[in-house]
Nanobody, 131 residues
Framework: QLQLAESGGGLVQPGGSLRLSCEVS????????IVWFREIPGKEREGISC???????????ESVKGRFTISRDTTDHTTHTVYLQMSGLKPDDTATYYC?????????????????????WGRGTQVTVSS
């Protein structure tokens, strides 16, 4: 079982930056790809970035490519932290951001960027981009 907890959301001006964190604990940590989703009220939850369980391959949606970067810190063997560094933020990035765990060992984590395949969800953190 996996537990995920997001933090780092808040209010930021257009063009600004934020770094979201997702603390991942449980077992077996190394068997899960981690995916960041975001949700705007009334719209479908959108997968925006992922990092694979093995070789740390990453993928990003076109809507965030070049602006958002995902990374994973595995220094602590009992708790991994997955970061989503966001820069060049736009009002359209306003959403609740969720991290999710998908059990799988594929190098191409884009196969896991779908809400229907997620095994575990965090509770979300709100990001508001506004002047």
């Amino acid at each position: 079982q996996l537990q995920l907890a997001e933090s780092g959301g808040g209010l930021v001006q257009p063009g600004g930056s934020l770094r979201l964190s997702c603390e991942v604990s449980g077992y077996p940590l190394d068997y899960y790809a981690i995916v960041w989703f975001r949700e705007i009220p009334g719209k479908e939850r959108e997968g925006i970035s992922c990092i694979s369980s093995g070789d740390e391959s990453t993928w990003s949606a076109e809507s965030v490519k070049g602006r958002f970067t995902i990374s994973r810190d595995t220094t602590d063997h009992t708790t991994h932290t997955v970061y989503l560094q966001m820069s060049g933020l736009k009002p359209d990035d306003t959403a609740t951001y969720y991290c999710a765990g998908v059990r799988g060992l594929r190098q191409d984590c884009s196969d896991y960027v779908a809400a229907r395949v997620v095994d575990y969800w965090g509770r979300g953190t709100q990001v508001t981009v506004s002047s």
